[in-house]
């Protein structure tokens, strides 16, 4: 499969949205931002998972008096909370249901369970074996420098083979570079990139047809895609790379 782009840009992110690594997927590297300041409401320390009530987010709260003063790479977590308990009984209730939760929260949760210091290095490790999981082996580097506007420098990066990358019967706009940071965000209007391509495929998700106002009038289900990686993988397990590499 050919790269669509040959470097996405994208922040840090708690278990991401499917479309991060559908980005992830269809680039020929990806680079992680370390300079940017700490950004509130973000998937940089929150994730949306699919619980009996509907829609859920999780954040992880981070020391506050460091927010507006230091870079994303140097957020620690806060631990006085009790987050963590949270998240793995919310995960659990959410997923335990699933073909594949309980075959890979062996992998994810002492990833969890070890306390990184820092955000970025809890999000790094999570973000690794993630990848391994779904069988990604894009490259993946750090920001060297904090860079506001990519969109100049697009033109001056080489992609091999553009004329060659399709998804789903779409090709991007001639862009060489993907800036994620802003667009791969819970605040972003438009649509999502798996939106854009075509991409939104349908897997089983275990309370969909539970929720009031989800089931459609034939008694279908009614899919709620980009959901957090999580979702995914505890519902297609193996097969979950290929929802990505269409």
């Not at 278990?15 to 950004?39: C, M, N, T």
């Not at 649509?191 to 275990?206: D, M, N, P, R």
Request: hydrophobic share 40%; aromatic share 10%; with cysteine.
């Amino acid at each position: 499969m050919e790269p669509c782009y040959d470097t996405a840009v994208l922040t840090t992110a708690y278990f991401p949205p499917v479309e991060y690594f559908f980005a992830i997927a269809h680039s020929g590297r990806v680079l992680i931002e370390q300079h940017e300041a700490y950004q509130k409401q973000s998937w940089r320390n929150r994730c949306r998972i699919l619980s009996a009530a509907g829609p859920e987010d999780l954040s992880i709260p981070v020391v506050k008096e460091e927010r507006l003063s230091r870079p994303i790479r140097d957020i620690r977590i806060d631990y006085g909370e009790p987050w963590l308990q949270h998240h793995i009984r919310a995960f659990a209730a959410a997923y335990n249901h699933s073909a594949f939760y309980d075959y890979y929260a062996d992998d994810l949760l002492p990833i969890l369970e070890s306390k990184p210091t820092f955000l970025f290095d809890l999000n790094l490790s999570l973000l690794e074996k993630l990848m391994s999981l779904l069988g990604l082996d894009t490259p993946v580097s750090l920001t060297d420098s904090f860079i506001a506007d990519y969109a100049p420098l697009g033109s001056d990066i080489p992609l091999p083979s553009q004329e060659k990358c399709s998804v789903n019967g779409i090709s991007p706009a001639p862009l060489r570079l993907l800036d994620g940071r802003e667009r791969i965000q819970p605040k972003y209007k438009g649509k999502s990139l798996l939106a854009e391509f075509g991409c939104e495929q349908a897997y089983y998700q275990v309370f969909v047809n539970e929720m009031p106002g989800q089931a459609r009038h034939d008694g279908a289900s009614s899919f709620i895609p980009n959901l957090s990686i999580l979702d995914l993988l505890s519902a297609e397990g193996p097969n979950a790379g290929s929802f990505l590499r269409i």
